[in-house]
């Protein structure tokens, strides 16, 4: 018997296509990017309710981001998809979506970090609503985040992008040496 893989290198920068929606243009994170949101991502507000901390040198985001141009993980076993977020009207950069994308056609891991001055129009739920319409559009059945217990921004977020609590997973993230709960949110697509 063979095993059809779903993951290629192909597979994996078809998925982490660019995208458009009316306000926002998403665009395949690269080194390239390094140097315009290493600045954004010094905001201390950013990590508040995350376990990232902000990157020590645009350096650092270049290389780290060329790792991941390939778009898969070193294994194979994972897409890494990453995108810079525009807005079109005067191209500044508002924030980032990342997802993995597993084998099994699950997202493991739908991420996003938006710039503070950006906060609270809407442009964080457009772009994920973006991102998982795209990926559902390719054949991902299963989309999964995690969100800090308390922050209701991010699940205001999830909730719009047609995600649903599932659980708690205690003591499942560490920020600044404090131990977090975070709340689980599934998407699940049923093919047709």
Known sequence: MTHTTFLSPDTARDLNAPLA??????????????????????????????????????????????????????DGDEAWLNWAVRRTSDGAYVGTVDVNVDDAKTATNVGYTFFPAYWGQGLATEAVVAVVNHLIGRGILRLVATVTVGNAASRRVLAKAGFTFTRVLTDNDMIRGVVHDDDEYVRTVHPN
Do not use: V
């Not at 140097?35 to 990157?55: G, N």
């Not at 645009?58 to 141009?69: Q, Y």
């Open 21 to 74: 929606t009316i306000r926002l243009q998403l665009e395949p994170m690269t080194a390239a990017h390094a140097d315009a949101l290493f600045a954004p991502l010094q905001d201390a507000a950013i990590y508040d309710w995350i376990s990232a901390k902000a990157p020590g040198s645009a350096e650092i985001l270049r290389r780290h981001w060329g790792r991941n141009e390939c778009r898969l993980s070193p």
